[in-house]
């Protein structure tokens, strides 16, 4: 019998680097495909935005955390909310009705669900999540609001969503150990409270 445990790892592991890197790579191709370059450059801003300032706090407060229980920033959280809540994004403003709800429960749903695994598995504390959260989600709101203003065109989402699936599958399972370097570096720096 499959234990708790096993879905929430499977479940958490969609956020990994592994994972959301070539997601983001992905959209950015699929949005130069659609001969969107202006979208494609606001999209690499909010990803560096998301992933510097996820980095910046994670390196910052390794050393010295501003309160007992918020030491890194969840990055698995921040990153999914970015990616996978663009996807929806983009699926739901191509749709309407029942598969535009759809699309946003789904999608609302997927990256809570990845947020509450990093809490029940013990590697984030509520307050490192909601920081993820709120990361990601104004790196999205930045991403959104240029996405709807342009007033992008009909979208064909399938050469996005197929290879999406595809590496989401894929590289389900790989690590890249982010979490590892970003203390070694903090360490090097011997970023401390003064």
């Excluded at 709101?141 to 996005?160: D, E, H, I, N, T």
């Excluded at 894929?170 to 570096?185: D, K, N, Q, S, V």
């Amino acid at each position: 019998m499959v234990t708790l445990k096993v879905w929430l790892i499977a479940l958490t592991e969609f956020g990994d680097l592994a994972v959301v890197v070539p997601l983001v790579a992905l959209v950015l191709l699929w949005l130069l495909f659609m001969r969107s370059p202006p979208l494609a450059a606001w999209w690499a801003i909010a990803v560096a935005l998301c992933a510097g300032v996820t980095a910046f706090l994670k390196l910052s407060f390794y050393g010295c955390p501003p309160t007992p229980d918020l030491h890194s920033p969840s990055g698995h959280t921040s990153l999914s909310t970015l990616v996978y809540g663009a996807m929806t994004l983009v699926c739901a403003a191509e749709s309407g009705g029942l598969p535009r709800i759809a699309a946003i429960g789904g999608g609302a749903s997927f990256i809570l669900a990845i947020a509450a695994s990093r809490l029940l598995l013990y590697v984030h504390s509520v307050e490192e999540v909601g920081l993820g959260l709120a990361i990601g989600t104004a790196s999205l709101a930045l991403f959104g609001q240029v996405y709807m203003r342009c007033g992008a065109p009909k979208v064909w989402l399938s050469p996005l969503f197929a290879p999406a699936a595809a590496v989401m599958l894929i590289l389900h399972g790989r690590e890249l150990h982010a979490e590892e370097f970003l203390r070694g570096i903090a360490r090097y720096l011997r970023i401390q409270c003064s």
